[in-house]
T-cell receptor, first 113, second 112 residues
Framework: EDQVTQSPEALRLQEGESSSLNCSYT??????LFWYRQDPGKGPEFLFT???AGEEKEKERLKATLTKKESFLHITAPKPEDSATYLCAVRSISSGSARQLTFGSGTQLTVLP | NAGVTQTPKFRVLKTGQSMTLLCAQD?????MYWYRQDPGMGLRLIHYSVGEGTTAKGEVPDGYNVSRLKKQNFLLGLESAAPSQTSVYFC???????????FGPGTRLTVL
């Protein structure tokens, strides 16, 4: 059974204070690791997909990295508008043709001005 | 493109009532999914469909039924609502050419 654990559950940063969010996973053959951003009262918004250890993707102040056991979402010099819940999800061999994703419970990020 | 849309946005039901949630996508995606999101538990898959006319159970299917009569629509039904079904429901879709799923804005359901 695929498992995804995100830490910390909540993180408060001052504007400009860089930090990282962690996503640890256990799967039977990774087919993709996904990061989403979710604003209050809205649906998750796709950010990145990573497929193999060593891969990195960047978007503005966000950079996602992947190892064989975990992924990090690095936030450089965050701004208040980066405040959101960040969700991590995995797709594995066991999801088959359905392409099911298994989600973590998210990290709620608050960036204070 | 509107992407993935869901109706209604909010709904309050009494225990035992029934209702249907509608999901529509205009991206010609083959795959469609229904999730529920509860505090501290993340998104959990209820049912999914890999194509028109097909449906399958996810992680938490009990108390729900689904139908996909048209490729662009995926309906989630509650035949006899229970307070345990109070949640936020999200629909998502995905295409054959990529792995990510795209989500709708959600429906907040309260069962009294």
């Amino acid at each position: 059974e695929d498992q995804v654990t995100q830490s910390p559950e909540a993180l408060r940063l001052q504007e400009g204070e860089s930090s990282s969010l962690n996503c640890s996973y256990t799967v039977s053959g990774l087919r993709g690791l996904f990061w989403y951003r979710q604003d209050p009262g809205k649906g998750p918004e796709f950010l990145f997909t990573l497929y193999s250890a060593g891969e990195e993707k960047e978007k503005e102040r966000l950079k996602a990295t992947l190892t064989k056991k975990e992924s990090f979402l690095h936030i450089t010099a965050p701004k208040p508008e980066d405040s959101a819940t960040y969700l991590c999800a995995v797709r594995s061999i066991s999801s088959g043709s359905a392409r099911q994703l298994t989600f973590g419970s998210g990290t709620q990020l608050t960036v204070l001005p | 493109n509107a992407g993935v849309t869901q109706t209604p946005k909010f709904r309050v039901l009494k225990t035992g009532q029934s209702m249907t949630l509608l999901c529509a996508q205009d991206m010609n995606h083959e795959y469609m999914y229904w999730y529920r999101q509860d505090p501290g538990m993340g998104l959990r898959l209820i049912h999914y469909s890999v194509g028109e006319g097909t449906t399958a159970k996810g992680e938490v299917p009990d108390g729900y039924n689904v139908s996909r009569l048209k490729k662009q629509n995926f309906l989630l039904g509650l035949e006899s609502a229970a307070p345990s079904q109070t949640s936020v429901y999200f629909c998502a879709s995905g295409g054959a050419d990529y792995n990510e799923q795209f989500f709708g804005p959600g429906t907040r359901l309260t069962v009294l």
